[in-house]
T-cell receptor, first 111, second 115 residues
């Protein structure tokens, strides 16, 4: 079993819809949780970063972490065609520079 | 601010040939990472450098892969000889070790095809 599980999708939604992405993990030592966005033939770019549990909002993006359930989520409100990309969750433990990534979920927002 | 630079962007070689990838990290970032990303998968760490020292190379297949970061700035990853299964995207990332959040910045990657 992988340390980080992420549903690969693909996910196709109409413009303006709410996109919901999630990951589960098994390592209880993880404290730093990230979401990266990767456009086709590009490198991943950091979208959201959360430390420990709780919610974080940035514009149309909301990241949630539930450490008791070992479950993290990313919500995209009012989705736009420019949001079409692969979204990777990543996480790490304190003082550990290794990032453990999910497999990525490919999202297409239809105009 | 310039991002992480990688070259070449694409490389096609025949199996058993050698290949090398180059990375220049963001200025001031002392930590450099090489990742391997297979199609439909997340990146997997191959090696991490702190300045010029390889501090984590446990996932690097040392029989055919090698890396160097001689002056603690840019880095080269080499495969010799390449095998069909090495076809993937090789990503370089950098970060500043003075931060506790381990925010890593990625380059565009080198897409390797081994025929």
């Amino acid at each position: 079993q992988k340390e980080v599980e992420q549903d690969p999708g693909p996910l196709s939604v109409p413009e303006g819809a709410i996109v919901s992405l999630n990951c589960t993990y098994s390592n209880s030592a993880f404290q730093y949780f990230m979401w990266y966005r990767q456009y086709s033939r590009k490198g991943p770019e950091l979208l959201m970063y959360t430390y420990s549990s709780g919610n974080k909002e940035d514009g149309r993006f909301t990241a949630q972490v539930d450490k008791s359930s070992k479950y993290i989520s990313l919500f995209i409100r009012d989705s736009q065609p420019s949001d079409s990309a692969t979204y990777l969750c990543a996480m790490s433990a304190p003082n550990d520079y290794k990032l453990s990534f999910g497999a990525g979920t490919t999202v297409t927002v239809r105009a | 601010e310039a991002g992480v630079v990688q070259s070449p962007r694409y490389k096609i070689i025949e199996k058993k040939q050698p290949v090398a990838f180059w990375c220049n990290p963001i200025s001031g970032h002392n930590t450099l990472y090489w990742y391997l990303q297979n199609l439909g998968q997340g990146p997997e760490l191959l090696i991490r450098y702190e300045n010029e020292e390889a501090v984590d190379d446990s996932q690097l297949p040392k029989d055919r892969f090698s890396a160097e970061r001689l002056k603690g700035v840019d880095s080269t990853l080499k495969i010799q000889p390449a095998e069909l299964g090495d076809s993937a995207v090789y990503l370089c990332a950098s970060s500043f070790s003075g931060l506790t959040n381990n925010e890593q910045f990625f380059g565009p990657g080198t897409r390797l095809t081994v025929l």
